[in-house]
Structure formats: structure tokens, C-alpha cells
T-cell receptor
Framework: QKEVEQNSGPLSVPEGAIASLNCTYS??????FFWYRQYSGKSPELIMS????GDKEDGRFTAQLNKASQYVSLLIRDSQPSDSATYLC????????????FGTGTRLTIIP | KAGVTQTPRYLIKTRGQQVTLSCSPI?????VSWYQQTPGQGLQFLFE???????NKGNFPGRFSGRQFSNSRSEMNVSTLELGDSALYLC?????????????FGQGTRLTVV
């Protein structure tokens, strides 16, 4: 089992709808969780950090964390074509030598 | 406030050569970590430096090395380049060392080995 798993997609969502991106992780000791957005040919951009169970909202973005289920999600409301990108979930392991372990990313396409 | 600056942006090298990449973190940030991104393997952690000391290291061969200077700038070196080293090399800057600190990426250096 991979340490951080995401559906690779592509996930297609109509403009104006809610896009839901999911991530599961295997390390029960992980305490912080990050979502990055990466446009094609560009570097990852940090868009959300979440540390506590529950929801965290920032504009059109909401991150949801459930540590008991080892599940973190990102919701994008009122999806725009500019949201089309690959979304990466990143989790620092509670042990070992890595700074961040990344999922393989979900490619999101917003259809106008 | 300036972001993370990586130089050069693009490099083409020949197998067997060595290469040095540079990263200047966000002003005031003291931790620099390096990642390799390839289509097949995704983003993989190389190493992290904080206060001029390597704190963490990923599962890469010894041909990959790095260092950090007193002004927090970091360099990464790859010796005896192989075709498989072709990748986007990303540097990330964090205010402090530790798993809970946010990491901000530079634009990356795209290395092509021929």
C-alpha cells in the first residue's frame, strides 16, 4: 500500500460545480496535511494546510480532515477553468527521513 | 517579498558529467528541501537542510549531494549523470525545520541528460 494515495483521474467537472479531490494516507501518526496545485509545466503551489480534524475553508477551497479514517479531501466550489490542474496531497511522515510524502496527484479538468 | 529562486531554469548535460543547481529560499526561511519530479515516479524527496546541516535524506544514491550556506542558500550536486536523472528538480523553502511547517516551491530546474 502506498503511503499517500490519490485517484489519478482525470476528473472532469463542469464549470460552476463542486470538485471533490480525495487523499488517503497510511501513517496514523501524521499530524499535518497539505494540498498543492500544479499547473502543467509549472511547480507545485501550496493552496491549503490542515492540522486538525474537521473543515478548513479558504475562499472557494475547503479542506476536510478525518484522522480516524486517515482521509483528507479538498473541495473546490464554483469551479473555474483556471482550476484545471493537478492537485497533489502531501503528508509529512511521523517517522523516517522524509520531509513530505506526496501522492501521485489528481488531474482535474473543469469543462466550460 | 521574493519567492524561492532556483537557477538555472534549464540545463542540458551529457552522461557522465556533473551538475550543480542553486536555490535561494524566501527571505527569513532557514530550511531548504530538494525534490525530484519525474512522470513515472512523481515527486520524490532528496534531502533537507537546516542551519547548514543535512537533517533528512531520501532514498537516492550518493551521487546526489547538497549543502547549505550560512545565508540559507542551498546547492544540490549530481555527479556522474545518468539518463535517468533527467527530471524537474524542485527546491522548497520553509520557515523552520519540522514536519508541520509549510513548504513553498521554487520554479524548478529542468535537467535533461543526453
Amino acid at each position: 500500500q502506498k503511503e499517500v494515495e490519490q485517484n489519478s483521474g482525470p476528473l472532469s467537472v463542469p464549470e460552476g460545480a463542486i470538485a471533490s479531490l480525495n487523499c488517503t494516507y497510511s501513517d496514523r501518526g501524521s499530524q499535518s496535511f497539505f494540498w498543492y496545485r500544479q499547473y502543467s509545466g509549472k511547480s507545485p503551489e501550496l493552496i491549503m494546510s490542515i492540522y486538525s480534524n474537521g473543515d478548513k475553508e479558504d475562499g472557494r477551497f475547503t479542506a476536510q480532515l478525518n484522522k480516524a479514517s486517515q482521509y483528507v479531501s479538498l473541495l473546490i466550489r464554483d469551479s473555474q477553468p483556471s482550476d484545471s490542474a493537478t492537485y497533489l496531497c502531501a503528508v509529512p511522515p511521523s517517522f523516517g527521513n522524509e520531509k513530505l510524502t506526496f501522492g501521485t496527484g489528481t488531474r482535474l479538468t473543469i469543462i466550460p | 517579498k521574493a519567492g524561492v529562486t532556483q537557477t538555472p531554469r534549464y540545463l542540458i548535460k551529457t552522461r557522465g558529467q556533473q551538475v550543480t543547481l542553486s536555490c535561494s529560499p524566501i527571505s527569513g526561511h532557514r530550511s531548504v528541501s530538494w525534490y525530484q519530479q519525474t512522470p513515472g515516479q512523481g515527486l520524490q524527496f532528496l534531502f533537507e537542510y537546516f542551519s547548514e546541516t543535512q537533517r533528512n535524506k531520501g532514498n537516492f544514491p550518493g551521487r546526489f549531494s547538497g549543502r547549505q550556506f550560512s545565508n540559507s542558500r542551498s546547492e544540490m550536486n549530481v555527479s556522474t549523470l545518468e539518463l535517468g536523472d533527467s527530471a524537474l528538480y524542485l527546491c522548497a523553502s520553509s520557515l523552520l525545520y519540522g514536519p508541520d511547517t509549510e513548504a513553498f516551491f521554487g520554479q524548478g530546474t529542468r535537467l535533461t541528460v543526453v
